[in-house]
């Protein structure tokens, strides 16, 4: 079993940054493709960003490309989304996954990813 923990989340005003972190405990695995949701009140999650077991490739959802960037490091188990020139239609809760399947490639489908954290929020105020 993996868990994931976010945190960064926060208030933050229009244009403004912030840079939220996934740590992942338990029975982990670097070979683990890793990935970004979010869900704001009243809607569906979504995709918002995702990187391959090795960090080699990522892709991210239109709305957030040039704005956000995934990264991740296996030596400490962890993965992070830095978020700039945030806008109040970036606010939601974001949310953390993981996909079990060993040496994946990145993934913006929420049904092939295994392990979920319990979400961190962010607002932006315009």
């Known amino acids: 079993q993996v868990q994931l923990l976010e945190s960064g989340g926060g208030l933050v005003q229009a244009g403004g940054s912030l840079r939220l972190s996934c740590a992942a405990s338990g029975r982990t695995s670097s070979s683990y493709a890793m990935g970004w949701f979010r869900q704001a009140p009243g809607k569906e999650r979504e995709f918002v960003a995702s990187?391959?077991?090795?960090?080699?490739?990522?892709g991210y959802t239109d709305s957030v490309k040039g704005r956000f960037t995934i990264s991740r490091d296996n030596a400490n188990n962890a993965v992070y989304l830095q978020m700039n020139s945030l806008k109040p239609e970036d606010t939601a809760v974001y949310y953390c996954?993981?996909?079990?399947?060993?040496?994946?490639?990145?993934?913006?489908?929420?049904?092939?990813?295994?392990?979920w954290g319990q979400g961190t929020q962010v607002t932006v105020s315009s």
């Open positions: 996954a993981a996909r079990r399947r060993p040496y994946s490639s990145w993934s913006m489908k929420p049904n092939e990813y295994d392990y």
């Open positions: 990187i391959s077991w090795s960090g080699g490739t990522t």
